[in-house]
């Protein structure tokens, strides 16, 4: 994704995971998914002969935007009114969807 969409990420998603309590994490994925459908076509028709880092990084920021946006709510979302007791588990089949390539590898 790049530095400029790292970054723009990580700055986000405390924020976002915060708000996700307040405005509800339904509207912070769907805001999420609409930032980075914005970002994602400006990475695909803005590239040419003459491109630059500078033609990719508002693409990018947008895209680390709404990833920022969208993945702490899901978490929340997803983790909200299980009791302390069985947290670990859940947390545990939350993570493994978001984040499939490390798990699908054969040992």
Known sequence: M???GRRAAAAVAPVAGRLADRVGGRVLLL???AVQAVGVPGVAVLPGPSSSWR????PL???GVGMGLSIAPTTT?????ITPQRAGAASACSTPPARPAPHSVPR
Request: hydrophobic share 55%; aromatic share 6%; net charge neutral.
């Open 77 to 81: 979302e997803a983790m909200r009114g």
């Open 31 to 33: 805001a999420g998914l």
């Open 61 to 63: 920021v947008a895209i």
């Open 55 to 58: 033609t990719f990084a508002g």
């Open 2 to 4: 790049g530095t400029a």
